[in-house]
Structure formats: C-alpha cells, structure tokens
C-alpha cells in the first residue's frame, strides 16, 4: 500500500511540473524561473548521459580526457568504462530530477560537486571545474526553491 501511495504522489509531482510546462507564459517570474531551472537540470544532464554514453555528439577520446588518474582508478575498467559510468550516473540523476527536483537537485548538486573535483585534477580543465561548481550551486538553489513550493502547497 505505501509503494501505490509513493508511485501517487511521485506521478502527481510529474504532472504538475508538466502543467507549469504548458502554462509557462501565465505564471509569475518567480515560478517561471523554478520551472525553467527544473526543464534545464532534467534535460541536459539527460542529453549528457546519453551523449556520453553513445558518442553521438562528442567523441568518446574528448570525453577520456576529462577522466583523472585517480578517479580511473576508482571505477572499473579503462577511461571508456569511466565516462560509460560518469554517463550512466549522470542520465538516472537527471531523471530523477525529472521526477522529484526537491531531492533530485540536491543529488545532481553533489554530483556536479564531484565531477568537478575530478575535472581540478586534470591539466587544463580547471576553467570546466569552475563550471561544475556554479553549476551545483544552482542545482542546489533550485532543490531548496522546489523545497519551497512544496510547502506552500501543502
């Protein structure tokens, strides 16, 4: 019975942030931009995975560079099996921000934290872990905006 009422509240979530989709150009300028920081940390880290994981946009040799000693090290396999791993973990993050972006965001935050750990012990891409950086405050903005509107709600 607690996994129906789960799955009810997860697809009840789904639909309105769907509806705010649709109704986008009527709601104030506040929820407008929790709305496009939800569209924009549930596609692209869904798109990056994908890519990541295909090659289709980026060569799987650009993405190998971006991989550091240690964290090779850490995962199974060679740089490719890592960014496959990177790709995967990136694309469920992304979907679940898709689903709850309370908790998703704060998940794709830290995750976004730790690519950028990655990307400082890599010469030359430390200007891209800077990126991930900024990035992760913002996913961590919108978790706590999305955290707000959930409250306000109830």
Known sequence: MASTHAWDNLTHEMREEMHDLTHFATADAAHQGRVALWATFTLLPILWGLDMMT??????ATWEATIATWTDNLLPGD??????W??????????LVAAMPQFGGDALGIWF???AVNLFSV???E???LGMLALAVCCFAMARMMRGDHRREA
């Not at 090659?55 to 799987?60: H, I, K």
């Not at 990177?86 to 979907?95: C, S």
Request: net charge negative; hydrophobic share 60%.
């Open 55 to 60: 090659s289709l946009v980026t060569e799987t």
């Open 79 to 84: 740089a490719g099996d890592a960014v496959m």
């Open 86 to 95: 990177v790709g995967a973990i990136t694309l469920v993050i992304g979907l």
């Open 113 to 115: 934290t730790l690519l």
């Open 123 to 125: 010469d030359q891409m």
């Open 127 to 129: 200007f891209l872990g």
